[in-house]
């Protein structure tokens, strides 16, 4: 039952070039025949690369190249429309701030179970998630009813108790749970967010280029943008656990993006498009992208949203550190223009992350689960 092969790793220096956006083109009239980027989904040999994860150099972004971001967006248009996942390197991550991460994960799950309930999961999708806690419904790809083996904590934007929207109660706009008797966890959690915060937005050019767009885009629906940082516990599952227990059953995230540290303990896996479950391979020092729902419906289903999952029956304890992020609270994901065509009109009605994230935690929510620990938060 275990994924086929490892995918290929194809640096982007050798790897054939995705056709460029071509600018006029989309310039023409987004609801002409055959303008915005519809075009390309059809390209014949799209499939031919779908084994490949592309590997984005970040180095002449931050560097300031002018060019960068023309050269990366075809990469990452290549990626989302043939694999739904890439590599990135040279980031200007530490390595030693993703080892504490990780390590930092290990200590909060280390806790006793009392200290890691006395931050209880929350409708903000915030706080410690027990193991098996939730079951994958909404987004999962199968049928799934065993609930998950892992257990988890959650993270959003740290807000002061007496900011505006934590003493109205907003949804999704808590203040953090801290854990009360772990010294220095709070400081790693926060570096590796802003880190993570900081990596996610010199991505966010890339899309704009990729799809075609001016490069500021999407400046105005980043300025503060939501995000969770999610550390998880995968405890090892016996070679005699059932099939179809998962260390986390294959979902698709809902996140405009997931960035995902990689990781020393395999058991991550992936659907291609033509349904083939593949082991992702875990490059040292790189992290691994995604893109969830909220990426999808915003461009119209011109990027994937690609299915994954996680056993771990590697014979050690696993953990892992995601970091999902969103565009802005308020922002309003209307279907990218350069997405829409004559032959692809608008999929969606325009919608924010309050609105998603609200719609999708309502309909994922187990009824027979534990008072606050019912939804599956894959990419929340
Ligand atoms: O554990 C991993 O490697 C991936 C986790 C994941 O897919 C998620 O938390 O949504
Ligand atoms: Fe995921």
């Known amino acids: 039952m275990r994924a086929g092969g490892a995918a290929a790793v194809m640096p982007a220096e050798t790897a054939p070039r995705a056709r460029p956006p071509q600018q006029g083109r989309l310039a023409r009239g987004l609801h002409a025949p055959g303008a915005g980027i519809g075009w390309r989904l059809a390209m014949p040999g799209r ?24 050269r990366l967006g075809p990469q990452l248009y290549r990626a989302f429309t043939g694999v739904g996942f890439y590599f990135i390197r040279n980031t200007g991550v530490p390595d030693a701030l993703v080892e504490a991460a990780f390590a930092a994960a290990a200590r909060f799950h280390a806790q006793p179970l009392d200290a890691k309930l006395a931050m209880p999961f929350s409708v903000h999708n915030q706080g410690y998630l027990p193991m098996r806690g939730n079951t994958s419904r909404m987004n999962a790809v199968d049928g799934v009813k065993k609930p998950n083996a892992n257990e988890a904590v959650f993270f959003k934007r740290e807000l002061p108790p007496d900011h505006p929207d934590v003493l109205a109660g907003k949804r999704f706009r808590p203040a953090n749970q801290w854990p009360a008797d772990l010294p220095g966890f709070r400081d790693v959690a926060l570096d590796y967010i802003a880190a993570m915060e ?44 059932p099939a179809d227990e998962w260390g986390l059953a294959p979902h698709a995230d809902t996140s405009f993006m997931t960035i995902l540290a990689q990781n020393k303990v395999p058991g991550l896996s992936i659907r291609l498009p033509d349904a083939r479950w593949i082991d992702a391979p875990a490059l040292d020092g790189h992290f691994l992208v995604n893109g969830g729902m909220m990426l999808r419906r915003w461009t119209n289903h011109a990027f994937l949203a690609t299915p994954h999952r996680v056993t771990n029956r590697s014979g050690q304890e696993r953990y892992a550190i995601p970091f999902f992020m969103d565009c802005d609270y308020d922002a309003v994901m209307a279907p990218i223009p350069t997405c829409v065509t004559a032959d692809n009109p608008p999929r969606y009605p325009p919608f924010t992350y309050l609105e998603f994230m609200t719609e999708y935690s309502g309909a994922n929510y187990d009824q027979r689960g534990r008072s606050a620990a019912g939804v599956a938060l894959q990419g929340a």
Do not use: S
Not at 209 to 235: C, I, N, Q
């Open 47 to 70: 499939l031919r690369m779908a084994d490949e994860i592309p590997v984005l150099d970040l180095a002449p972004l931050l560097r300031g190249e002018r060019d960068a971001l023309d």
């Open 198 to 241: 900081g990596l996610g937005r010199r991505l966010v050019p890339i899309y704009a280029a990729a799809l075609g767009l001016p490069h500021d885009w999407f400046d105005d629906k980043f300025r503060e943008p939501m995000f969770t940082l999610r550390m998880t516990h995968y405890p090892q599952q016996e070679p005699t656990a």
